[in-house]
């Protein structure tokens, strides 16, 4: 039986996470969620990526919106709202009972992983996921506009200001969470979710000894970008601000000190045997939950 | 114009209270409200009769449930149980809104009084109420299983124990809210509205000198007991648990030290004049709008 570490971030890498979790026992692979997007706002702890995955892996994730719960309503953000409270963050009614039970069970001195654990057991999600450290990791987007806190630049302001670069603040002093570093120790293999890799993969290569993990393991990523556009969210957005082609060409690049096999779409089919590293042409436009689970199939079958 | 200081705790002491707002002008009342029944829960400050007297102010009380805001839902509260979270105190999604914004409020340092202002603002309540105290005082249910925070009793434990006596810790230290204190200086009476007399009027009554205001100025209290009953809460049973007659008789008995004028209802006309203290028999069972705003009459008439 091998054993894989999934890298994961937000509402696409968690497509493919549950694509994995059809293809692969719980005993065989491992998720590492990034928590560089997390943030205090209204007193609440708020981890989205490891919601989006709870949710999603749960069968709870609101298909309708493309992020969030299942079954989502807005009566206590209308309310607070009323109140002149700060809105601008979307958090529904059933999503904010996370927020409130993580809450508390982090103030009563619970570990960042136990409340997860804790989460996934109430879900009755079997495979394991787990934050990417117990320590506290915040992402600032630097901005033309200044620094900005990954939310603020993120929902809040919906992306728009430019990117200039990026910082993991607290990952110098963090370490990974305890099981993942001892799993790293023992598996065959990493596979890197198509995530954004700015905000979402290099949160958790900042953690230190990440890096050196993934260029000792054999590991495959699944391209992001297709046909030079992000399938959700800022990628390529965040590319052309940076000055760098906004392809899936330049995120293998972005990986090429440790990634040893690149999943591009079949769009982006040209690009096979031009890259510095390997490639597996595939589909990768996730619609359906087949789409999920031929594209796991794929990505572990090429690493094995 | 005369000026008067309206005591209340819970859903009796609001009907009055709106009653009252119906009769007085805004610069002729000032509401101080019981937060001796005011808790920490799933880190929330919670402050029911100061919320139940917005709602009832604003027009927004639940009439369907007797409690809690209009047009309520339930989907955090089940949520939260699904995780297995506290859910005994039913929190509901718009109810949430007052809790999240005034426990953000005051860990930002505004005191109870600022956080119920700005939140009488947004709800356009033009009659001024505030917290008894910006001091916590929190009211224990001594019981024959022991002592119980007053919400554990209350809500949690459905008022089943067998009641021996009350504290309020934190009132000995406390002081009345600046406003209330400065009110009391000129105004012209004070209205003890119909609300349980152990534990929403006594907590007031516990802060340093207000039993000698309440000495010094005229005051007129409405009877919560009727015919030997509690129309809402526990009030009739605690009193029998205190081996006390559950009457209004009894009730004028334990304001006796402070009290100038009782009112009683009709089914308890047979005590007029036979009470250490002068009665006033009316109406006071609230039922419509209209009985809130005619006992108000009779009330204020009766002091003034």
Not at 11 to 26: D, I, N
Not at 48 to 58: E, G, S
Not at 59 to 76: D, H, M, P, V, Y
Not at 208 to 223: C, D, F, N, Q, Y
Request: charged share 20%; aromatic share 8%.
């Amino acid at each position: 039986m091998a054993r894989y570490l999934v890298l994961t971030g937000g509402v696409g890498g968690a497509k493919l996470a549950l694509g994995l979790s059809h293809v692969l026992e719980p005993a065989e692979m491992l998720i590492a969620v990034n928590t560089g997007d997390d943030f205090e706002h209204l007193g609440f702890t708020i981890c989205p990526d490891l919601d989006t995955l709870t949710y999603t892996l749960a069968g709870e994730s609101n298909t309708k919106l493309g992020w969030g719960r299942a079954g989502e309503t807005w009566q206590f953000l209308e309310a607070l709202e009323a109140l002149g409270g700060e809105s601008w963050f979307r958090l529904g009614d059933k999503d904010l009972a996370l927020h409130v039970y993580r809450s508390q069970r982090l103030a009563a001195g619970a570990s960042l992983g136990q409340v997860t654990e804790e989460i996934a057991q109430r879900f009755g999600i079997r495979h394991r996921y787990l934050p990417m450290s117990n320590d506290a990791v915040r992402t600032t987007v630097h901005t033309g506009q200044g620094p900005l806190a990954f939310q603020h630049y993120f929902v809040r302001d919906r992306c728009e200001p430019a990117v200039t670069g990026f910082d993991f603040a607290g990952a110098d002093a963090a370490t990974l969470h305890p099981d993942i570093e001892a799993w790293l120790g023992g598996c065959d293999g990493v596979i890197v979710c198509p995530s954004n890799p700015f905000v979402s993969v290099d949160p958790i290569l900042a953690l230190p000894g990440m890096r050196e993990h993934l260029k000792r393991l054999p590991t495959i990523a699944v391209s992001p970008i297709v046909a030079g556009l992000a399938i959700k969210g800022p990628t390529a957005k965040m590319m052309a601000e940076l000055n760098v082609p906004a392809t899936a060409a330049q995120v293998a690049k972005h990986y090429e000190d440790w990634l040893d096999l690149f999943v591009i779409d079949e769009a982006d089919a040209g690009l096979h045997g031009t890259l510095s590293v390997p490639t597996v042409v595939a589909p990768t436009v996730m619609v359906s939950l087949q789409d999920r689970i031929d594209l796991a199939r794929v990505t572990v079958d090429a690493l094995s």
